[in-house]
């Protein structure tokens, strides 16, 4: 099992940055591609980036893109989300997701482990 622990969510104000933590503990996350998802009120979890195993290759949701930097740092067992220019569209629960079979998916149904997520409040 994989326990994942999401950090630096916050208040923010529109143009501003945070930067997101996702601690894993239990197993080494280095082969498994890891991603950051969101969750609006009233709207469905969506992901926002992904990246992979050696974290050569990252994706991101087009609504992200040039604002948002997925990194990870496989000797620390740690993904990051760095993210700026915030919008208060951004607004958000924000997820980190593991996917051991390393899929690079952008469907939620691959993940199988999830943190429980950290909530990212961005005003206007």
């Known amino acids: 099992q994989v326990q994942l622990v999401e950090s630096g969510g916050g208040l923010v104000q529109a143009g501003g940055s945070l930067r997101l933590s996702c601690a894993a503990s239990?197993?080494?996350?280095?082969?498994?591609?890891m991603g950051w998802f969101r969750q609006a009120p009233g709207k469905e979890r969506e992901i926002v980036a992904r990246?992979?195993?050696?974290?050569?290759?990252?994706g991101y949701t087009d609504s992200v893109k040039g604002r948002f930097t997925i990194s990870r740092d496989n000797a620390k067992n740690t993904v990051y989300l760095q993210m700026n220019s915030l919008k208060p569209e951004d607004t958000a629960v924000y997820y980190c997701?593991?996917?051991?079979?390393?899929?690079?998916?952008?469907?939620?149904?691959?993940?199988?482990?999830w943190g429980q997520g950290t909530q990212v409040t961005v005003s206007s």
């Open positions: 997701a593991a996917d051991p079979a390393g899929r690079y998916s952008n469907r939620e149904r691959d993940y199988d482990y």
């Open positions: 239990g197993r080494t996350i280095s082969s498994y591609v």
């Open positions: 990246i992979s195993r050696s974290g050569g290759i990252t």
